[in-house]
């Protein structure tokens, strides 16, 4: 304690003792010992919290423990929006602004929460979409963008990944920090630790299963989602060498990439076979052959075909590129891209509801993003842009639907009564529809003519012309 007050006299940051809270932990875990009971330190076995964490003796059930409190809290928020006559598109407006933003300090935090969390978020948060209801969009397709047939509601698994990622662009804004110095002992890598994001997935997998650190586990596992599976060849002669050899040697191969010999393209010749040990060994410096071998060792079969078919040499990759990924990870400040991309690996588009419209109307335009984007485009009311949405989606219940349902009398058009109420009817082919839509045409044709005839007015001057008995400006705006 006096190292406490010696520090508090220095920097002026004193300890409050009547906020403070003291818990035994290692061996005396559990005890009821107290120390300095002058002080009147409240001691604890219970939880205690710290920068907005609950901390407990037991750091298994810690985790749940943090993501309990928030959904209550989550809960509580949402029963005070239930009431509001809000569409979808608002609800997820409330989610992402609100309920959100109580997790993402845990989700940076923490390791990540278990199947059954992440579940029962997915749960309270789709039943506030739908008030309870079942889900009338599927969920992998909700997710999307809004050009992509979705409402942009989030995706809790991927954004969990996205906040892990984050901890590697912090680690290579300053690699030689003070805390980033602690991954050398995490991962026990002495040397160019933050070189690890650049191994591909198969080798990160192994680093994942030696290392006991769960926090750092889940951000290993969030980067592993953006690598590639498939690779052409030219994209297998950039991998990195130490992809090819045991975590436990992975600071001997660095050595080698300060040296220059980063990616397996270094290691060919300009007749794609490998180079001769004397080669490697000039660069290297290394005099232990086994080591050169091994690494070729390592190297699938199929791909040294593939790479002697490929008859590439160093003079055209002369220098290894480094991981797209990362380097866009680094440079960008806003890394939002890292979230799109995990969110389209399990997004679902609305192809079956588009290829209904198509059978239907049979001129449709190939390209269905500008049918879900005109809505945004050219209103901001989320009743008539969700009205669009249910319309395109085809969840718009009409007499027909509610017939079969036993909640209508009749599967007939409320306009006409003589057709069976489809969408394509109650939109398209309905008598009464057709006339509103040729009475819009002829308007908006008239218009135009109007507006034509006027141009060398100027906009100011147009609107002092006069026009016809019937023109109704208030019209027009609305």
Known sequence: MEIIYQFGRISGLRLNVS?????????????????????????TNDTFKVLGIVFTNNLKGMVDLNYKEKILSTKRLLGSWVQRDLTPIGKITILKSLALPKFIHLFSSLPNPSKAIISELDKIFFRFIWNNKPDKIKRSTIIGSYEKGGLNMVHIPSFISYIKIKWIKRIYNNPKGSWQKLLSYIFDIREDTEGVWGLNKHKLLELRKIISNEFWKDVISAIMLLKKDNLTTSEFLQEDIRNFCNISEYSFYTKWCLQGINC????????????????????????????????????????????????VNNSLLDVCEDDELLIKLISNKCIKFVYEILRNKVFQSPDTRIMKWKHELGNMNEEYNHYYLFPKKCSSDTSLIYFQYRILNRILSTNTFLFRLNISETNLCT???????????????????????????????????????????????????????????SDFFF
């Not at 009821?32 to 002058?38: A, F, G, P, S, V």
């Open 19 to 43: 906020k403070s809270q003291a818990v035994w932990l290692g061996s005396k875990t559990g005890s009821n010992e107290t120390i300095c009971d002058d002080l009147n330190i409240l001691w």
């Open 415 to 473: 306009f006409c009564a003589v057709e069976e109420e489809t969408l394509t009817h109650l939109f398209y082919d309905c008598v009464h529809v057709r006339n509103l839509w040729n009475e819009i045409h002829q308007w908006l044709a008239e218009l135009l003519k109007y507006f034509l005839m006027n141009r060398s007015f100027g906009p100011v001057l147009v609107l002092n012309q006069p026009v016809r008995k019937n023109f109704n400006w």
């Open 264 to 311: 397996v393209n270094d290691l060919i010749n300009q007749h794609g076979n490998f180079k001769q040990f004397e080669e490697i060994q000039n660069i290297s410096g290394c005099n232990n052959f086994l080591k050169y071998y091994q690494i070729i060792e390592k190297i699938p079969m199929d791909w040294k075909k593939r790479i002697k078919e490929f008859k």
